[in-house]
């Protein structure tokens, strides 16, 4: 009931906002059809793979348009134990995904904006080989899928703003 009435007032609020001038991201004109021009190019490998299919998800990418962007990657991850038992064997682990980008111009090359996001995601190490493999796997697929929101926000703030005319 209290997130009916949340809505509600929300959805009362909206008017006002708008008035004030508030618009919300994707509310900005051209973010979306921005977003969905970026072509994405990650390096080989499972975590690029993740990453690039994460990212044509939350960028909503539209094969058929002919790219504005071209985001390029670089990617970094590391593994640290953390729950280490008596007899020295790790139980938990600590994976950190770091996806530094360059967004260019399709056309020109040119560097429009260039960033880097760090995702810590933790999981359990099983004493089972595979279930240890499968807990290992999905962080990563965590881990790429959190980096690819996170770039997509950047981008689509980014987009938003005003730039400069020439």
Not at 21 to 49: C, E, K, N
Not at 97 to 116: E, I, P
Not at 126 to 143: I, K, L, T
């Amino acid at each position: 009931m209290t997130s009916i009435r949340t809505l509600l007032v929300l959805c009362a609020a909206a008017p006002a906002l708008a008035a004030c001038g508030f618009t919300p991201l994707y509310g900005s004109p051209g973010v979306s059809s921005a977003l969905s021009a970026v072509t994405v190019s990650t390096p080989q490998g499972r975590i690029g793979q993740l990453l690039r299919e994460h990212l044509d998800d939350e960028l909503a990418r539209n094969a058929d348009a002919s790219p504005l962007y071209r985001l390029n990657l670089a990617l970094g991850e590391q593994r640290y134990p953390r729950g280490v038992r008596v007899d020295n064997v790790a139980t938990r682990y600590e994976y950190v995904l770091v996806a530094a980008y360059s967004l260019n111009d399709a056309k020109t090359g040119a560097v429009a904006k260039t960033g880097r996001v760090r995702v810590e995601i933790t999981y359990d190490s099983a004493d089972q080989p595979y279930a240890s493999v499968a807990a290992q796997q999905d962080a990563e697929d965590r881990a790429a899928g959190e980096a690819a929101r996170r770039i997509q926000l950047e981008l689509a703030t980014w987009l938003a703003q005003p730039k400069p005319k020439t």
